[in-house]
């Protein structure tokens, strides 16, 4: 049974969280610090519509760095578990970024009826994600950006106004919403172009970019707000060697073949935007 501390640290000091996974998207196990810990109840109003399914025995935990990636730029939240030896088991089931406090990651969960304590501030604890979840996210995520780069490539000068919007790499809805309307007899060749940068197997490398780094290479309408990065840091971007170049904070596979075989679905419009969904096997 878990003996709860009478005094759980708020961590309102706590520092931004190093996120691991940006630069190593392959740590599927860390040793993390526990920088704060929060019981679900005493968490601001605007954090806890973070996390609707939040209930009196959840708590919310900020570590000074993490693997698991929040739910945001259209992919879904990791899930996993923090331990500390045979002791505690906390069970993540959702991970955001903090409402209120900047940088900060929050992972929401609770802890195993069989652990013996709480964390408390300032212990270690190994976070292990779920991998096989990770690896589909990652490759929808992947797939996301040839699906866009592929309609980018057949219709950028065949549509006034094109643009790419946002995209969702959720299983069940994935989708890249573009600017512009796409008949549906554009459907079977962004299939093939799709099949074609699949089949390439392009490498998909991470960078870290400047705004000169996007001018430089003609790409100043992807230009970040400068808010989305930390103070003094570049901006982190994907790219698909030989296909397109986006700025993107989520975890990708190595080279495009490993998507899978992607499906084009079903190209919809609506008031001047067109949404292409796509799904993996």
């Avoid at 610090?33 to 708590?59: H, Q, R, W, Y």
């Avoid at 300032?122 to 780069?149: M, N, P």
């Avoid at 995209?167 to 796409?182: K, L, M, R, V």
């Avoid at 904070?249 to 292409?276: A, E, M, P, Q, Y």
Wanted: glycine share 8%; hydrophobic share 35%; aromatic share 8%.
């Amino acid at each position: 049974m878990i003996q709860k501390h009478p005094k759980v640290n708020m961590g309102s000091t706590a520092a931004r969280t190093y996120l691991a996974f940006h630069h190593n998207a392959k740590l599927y196990k860390l040793s993390a610090v526990v920088s704060a810990i929060t019981p679900f109840p005493a968490l601001e109003e605007t954090n806890k519509l973070l996390f609707k399914k939040g209930t009196d025995n959840d708590f919310a935990i900020v570590t000074d760095q993490t693997i698991f990636h929040p739910q945001g730029g259209g992919q879904p939240s990791d899930e996993g578990v923090m331990t500390m030896g045979d002791v505690s088991v906390f069970r993540v089931s959702m991970v955001r970024m903090d409402a209120v406090k900047d940088g900060q990651v929050l992972h929401f969960g609770r802890f195993d009826s069989s652990s013996s304590s709480i964390f408390q501030l300032g212990d270690t604890v190994e976070q292990s994600i779920d991998v096989e979840k990770r690896l589909l996210y990652s490759r929808l995520h992947t797939a996301g950006h040839v699906l866009g780069a592929a309609v980018r490539h057949l219709l950028e000068k065949e549509i006034p106004g094109f643009d790419e919007l946002k995209a969702s790499h959720f299983p069940d809805s994935a989708a890249c919403e573009f600017q512009g309307s796409i008949e549906g007899r554009w459907k079977e060749p962004i299939q093939q172009k799709v099949d074609e940068y699949i089949d390439k197997a392009m490498p998909v490398e991470v960078d870290f970019w400047d705004e000169e780094d996007f001018r430089k290479n003609g790409l100043e309408r992807l230009i970040p707000d400068r808010s989305l990065a930390p103070p003094g840091e570049k901006f982190r971007v994907v790219k698909i060697v030989g296909a397109e170049v986006y700025p993107c904070g989520g975890t990708h596979v190595d080279t495009t073949d490993l998507c899978g075989k992607t499906t084009v679905k079903k190209i919809s419009r609506s008031k001047g935007t067109s949404r292409v969904s796509y799904a993996v096997n």
